[in-house]
């Protein structure tokens, strides 16, 4: 890792400017990237400022406009079987979508980080406990831990946060357990030590700051996991309850309306899939542009 | 080598254990339980409710619970299901067929067609067949898989009338042909997903191959490109791959789930469903145990076949 | 449990028998079982021990393998079958203060293992049913059984603790089980028995394979007439629109509980070469409410909230017209259904101007209030059931045009029908339901002071509603033989609910029940808990 160079006393001065990283210059180069980056932007001021500008709100319900297909009258997108713009619900539903892959990657991040900081600092039997409890959630297919989970909550959007947070931080928390054990060794850690330095600021003042870059490639990713998880638990009627939308439960009613009505399947499907991809895209630019030692794209 | 199994072995032993606590944990502490599937018949009174859940044995303490449940399991025994009062095995059993059959079978494909991808994505490095792959497999990692399904059932089923939009086969009719025409839905879903990460795989782990010395000492001898590619580099890309299919085992295992789903394909996913919807306990545990033994098995065969492909690999943790 | 969702969620239509009676060619079942039957079902059975605790799905299976004393048909009747009459009054079964009954059983009967039926299986199962460690679907009227006397190899005397006229429904759907068989297990729980059932029903175990479907096969000892099929398959297929595809497409022969969903109905009925029938179910959707729940307890609430309710535009829109608006918790099908209790109009200037009168007045976010009670509350139902949640979605509009706040709060089944619905722990909840047992329409564990499981009772009340009258209303009509008598208070006690509004009743479930041409017998029966009645009558013209 590139961390590995910086000594003790340089990590002290404020990082030089994020425009100026020989980093980012090489995520500028990285098309794919951009390209997510902006995808991303375009999602979120769509849904952020979106839903003020049209005509229908998400919950408008009206019968006699029912299953308009798109572009074919004042419904851009058309309409659903209670006759709600899919225009306004989609956008509506990209706010909730996406806030719940943000938050529950705030979250996993937090459980993550921690809990890969101590174990590999602390190794010995703590380590070995919080890493094999990791190993232990992991032997879980994903799918299999939240439906179990979400079958016996009841649902709101905090919960499916949780939830969703929950099932998705192990990868994190080995992933910087594994950095953190490698950054233990190096000269300026032994020399916090050697100062008396308390634990708590080695951890967060001398080990954290230098495990930033794998950190951030995860949590990119790791909204991306979270969106799709959250369309998972939808689809499959455990997640997010109507009349509140969300880009996965707009799915669950679809599948029977798949030869009458197909766009309300394939619009929100390809809201999700612009999403993720967006996110992956960023994740993978960052990743080559944070260490440019693997490539993989 | 012996100790190295007997240690991962003894590791995979302790890492079930605590799976069987977590698992325990999470449903029994979570509300709801199976007694609603009868007061929802709205036939039974408080009274029977409370008979039938003394009779299961529901209103006892948990870890009451689990160690009798944990003692029942270790000597064989994985209960029976609430549902039907068949054995978790045999119920598992009558269902792992199907699964397996979806999975073996995507995978192959996921191999042929990902390392295909990969190899010559990595051979002509950068031109448009490889940058289209490159992002076709990023895309394919972020498409919802049950969406992938229900466009590939618009598309060939309702759309096209080629393909039948679910089950195994068709009542009265087993033949082979009759289960392959069933089949080719749910494994295209199921390998998209694994033929983007064995196409990434293959492109970085061929890259590595072909900077190596004996690749260019090879070339070096004037040795034509197809016969390195086959005889030096392929050999040498593919090893690392198969541990790719052993951690591949839970993705897979989720991906199987949400597949059945779509295609009505009655197998392991589709029963863990059903009961979850039925608070069917020891099915439920059943399979989360059983899938973190296949998880264990996939990861340990990974790992066993690393230090095979790559004898240098220091076998810690 | 997930079948109420599927009832109503699913879409339910109705029409009744008399179209798919007439669409019904006159033709002659064949002198030997002849071809087979694949019954497309969204549930799986998977108990079979018909004691024991089952879903419709079940139920239909268990009338193929078992039969009972006598069974109803679908005008009503008792029509005897292990039994030789049905015993009454008149012909000396029961004496006249109900108290002593007297059945004489068939002869002719065998168990499909070959040894016959006898008066000693009837004594076994009513004693199994009342065993204290068996998991037994419920005891009601069982449990007023007592000295059981065998008096012949075919007949069989016991007497009754207290007069209980809903015994005889209750009768017609409690299948015989084998002593011979049952009697040898250790434990009648987890007998084999329960996972290879042997009865006296028209087709016998075939094979299941769990998850898929399962096979029976025609008896060839049955006592009655029929079977005509060699074979019935039940075929498991969990998503609606995959089974009505399967349908379309002639995989399946008859698609049955479950239905055709409500949006496909219109095309079945134009498809080719099928025939749909649009059949009545006995379950009710409506609103229960817990009148225990601050705003509910106020009878002018209720009124206004149904007032303001457009029933017929979620019949319209959400089921496409199939199921049929309803003002009593019984089937129109029902021998006590009472057809004239006031009709609901949606008027929501009325609704308005009740709440206005009553004192409650519009508050922040035009929300009305009334003494420091807010008129907001959670609607509940079983998460995943996209009908439903349409339904509440309209509701929700339509309460808010009144100043009434409703909440969507779903939930998986095992959490709503746990301790939430049992201890009267919702505000409200949207779910369809079975008033009656069997087809008697005694309501008593629904309606009872005493059957409050919040308040130690054992019953189902958990709507908590508490009527010293209906109490009394409750008792007479459980106690009465003579169905006229019935009839007249049965008509009262429908009224009071109707007046008090215990439940904002929405409609009765119709499902679109979709059948192969050519396959004929079929004949639904809100009486019997399953369309599949009768299969022993089904057979295919030549």
Known sequence: ?297 | MSSFLLRRFGQAVLLLFIVSMIGFAILHLAPGGPMSQFAAGGEMSQEDLDRIAQQLGLNRPLPVQYGEWLWRMLSGDWGRSYRDGQTVTAIIGSHIGATLQLMATSTVLAMTFGAWIGILGAIRRYSLFDSLATVGAMIALSIPTFWFGLVLIYVFSVWLGWLPSGNRYTIGDGSLMNQIHHMIGPVMVLALVSTAVWSRYMRSSMLEVVNQDYVRTARAKGLSERSILIRHALRNALLPMITITGLHVPTLLSGALVTETVFTWPGMGRLFLDSISYRDYPVVMGILMFSAVLVLLGSLTADLLYGVADPRIARSG | MLALGLLAGGGALIGGQKRAAAQMKPATAPAKPRGQVVAGISQEPTVFNPLMPGSEVDQGVWWQLFSPLWHIDPQGRFVPDLAREVPSVANGGLSADGLTWKIRLRSDAKWHDGTPFTAEDVKYTLELINTPGFRVRNRIGHNLVRDIAIVAPDEIHWRMEGAYSPYLSILALTFMVPRHILAKADDPNTAPFNNRPIGTGPFRWGERVAGDNLLLQASESYHGAGPHLERVVFKYIPDLTALYTQFRTGQVDYLGIGGIPAHFAKEAESLKGRRISRSPTPFVEHIALNLEFGPFANKVVREALYLAMDKQARIDAIYYGLPVATESFLPRESWAFEPDLPVHRHDPARANALLDAAGWTRGANGIREKSGVRLSFANSTTTGNPGREQSQQLLQQDWRAIGAEMKISNMPAAVIWGDFWQKSKFESVTVGSNFMIGNDPDVTPRFSGKAIPAKQGAGLNTYQYQNAEMDKLLALGASQFDQRERKATYSQIQRMIREDLVLLPVYQSVMAEGLKEGLNGFAPNINCSSNCWNMRDWFWAS
């Open chain 1, 1 to 297: 890792m590139s961390a590995s160079h910086v000594s003790v006393e340089t990590l002290s001065l404020p990082p030089p400017g994020l425009w100026h990283r020989p980093g980012f210059k090489r995520f500028r180069r990285h098309k794919l990237a951009v390209f997510g980056a902006c995808g991303i932007v375009l999602l979120t001021l769509a849904c952020v400022l979106g839903p003020m500008l049209l005509p229908y709100t998400d919950t408008f319900i009206d019968i006699r406009q029912r299953f308009a297909p798109p572009f074919s009258g004042p419904h851009i997108l058309g309409t659903d079987p209670l006759g709600r713009d899919i225009l306004a619900r989609l956008l509506m539903a990209g706010r909730i979508s996406l806030a719940v892959g943000f938050c529950a990657m705030i979250i996993a991040m937090a459980i993550g980080v921690c809990i890969g900081l101590i174990a590999g600092f602390y190794e010995g039997i703590v380590g070995t406990a919080l890493m094999r409890f990791v190993d232990a959630m992991l032997c879980f297919p994903s799918i299999f831990l939240l439906l179990a989970i979400s079958a016996l909550i009841q649902p709101s959007v905090p919960s499916i946060v949780m939830l969703i947070a929950m099932t998705s931080w192990m990868e994190v928390a080995r992933v910087v357990e594994a950095q953190i054990r490698s950054l233990k060794s190096r000269d300026f850690v032994q020399a916090a030590v050697s100062f008396g330095a308390s634990h708590r600021r080695i951890m967060f003042r001398e080990l954290l700051p230098n495990a930033v870059a794998p950190i951030v490639v995860a949590a990119t990713l790791n909204v991306a996991h979270a969106i799709l998880a959250e369309s998972y638990i939808s689809f499959l009627g455990y997640g997010i309850q109507p009349p509140t939308p969300s880009w996965g439960n707009m799915l669950e009613s679809a599948q029977s309306y798949l030869t009458s009505a197909p766009w309300l399947a394939i619009l929100p499907g390809a809201a999700i899939t612009l999403a993720v991809t967006s996110f992956n895209f960023v994740g993978d630019g960052l990743r080559d542009a944070l260490d440019p030692r693997m490539d993989l794209g």
